[in-house]
């Protein structure tokens, strides 16, 4: 049998024909479940260096705005001196959750991502942003996926509702849900707060590895803050390049993982078609824990 290239054998690059930006990622050596071999001798000295103060700067701001959840996360790993081996994190998450982090060239479609997570697998995207990059970029990269993500993986009632999360995708692709379901991701998985006995604190990933979004995040008066509302943020819109108007906050994981058991079909039924809630709005079945100054 004639040996096919790599990149025939590969699915092609995934997102060419919807993104306005070409991804950076090198998706012609992948394997067909789009995952890669961390090429960790490819990462050079500035790139460590990249990760040492991407991890020092954000690690600082984290006592008295991150959950306690993350922070304990982020200590076991114990990644501060140098971009993490994923068969390092590996064996410690396999013990905490049964976790396993595999290596991607970047964004993948949404059924792989669902496929991978619903198998207790979290997608990393591999490489190091560029240095002029440090506050803000378009893709996920190593530091935002493995600082931003990874520390709650080793949470069992998180990374549960993260399972849940991927099994929930294929039902969504059926019901031509897959931009409401996202909303889910991008409101909690990367923008959500949790309330605690000191007050609201950060555990999105999004927010988590973001310079001025930790803080922000937690204390400004200027966004609305809402209690969780499952229904509520798979019908709102969000923006991908400002702060968040509105966060929402739950009650625990447990309140997370609870609600998000349901099934989701009535919600894409009672949805599809309606245009999104502007991101800026309260309404008035909201539980509004403050209204944002717009
Ligand atoms: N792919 N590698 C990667 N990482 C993500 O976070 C990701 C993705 N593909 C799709 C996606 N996220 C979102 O559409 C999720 O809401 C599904
Ligand atoms: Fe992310």
Known sequence: MEQTSSAESA????????????????????????????????????????????????SKLLPGYAAKEFIDGLEKLDVANAIPRLDDANEILAKATGWELVAVPGLIPDGPFFEHLANKRFPLSWWMRGADELDYLVEPDVFHDFFGHVPLLSNPVFADYMRQYGEGGPKAIEHGAQDMLARLYWYIVEFGLIKTDDGLRAFGAGMLSSKDETIYSVESPKPNRVGFDLERILNTAYMVDDFQKTYFVIDSFEQLFEICSQDFTPFYKRGAGKEPIDPETVLETDIVINKGQF
């Open 11 to 58: 699915p092609q690059n995934p997102f060419e024909a919807n993104t306005s930006h070409a991804l950076r990622g090198d998706y012609e050596n992948m394997r067909a479940d789009y995952t890669v071999e961390q090429p960790y001798h490819l990462y050079t000295e500035e790139e460590q260096a990249r990760w040492r103060f991407l991890y020092e700067r954000q």
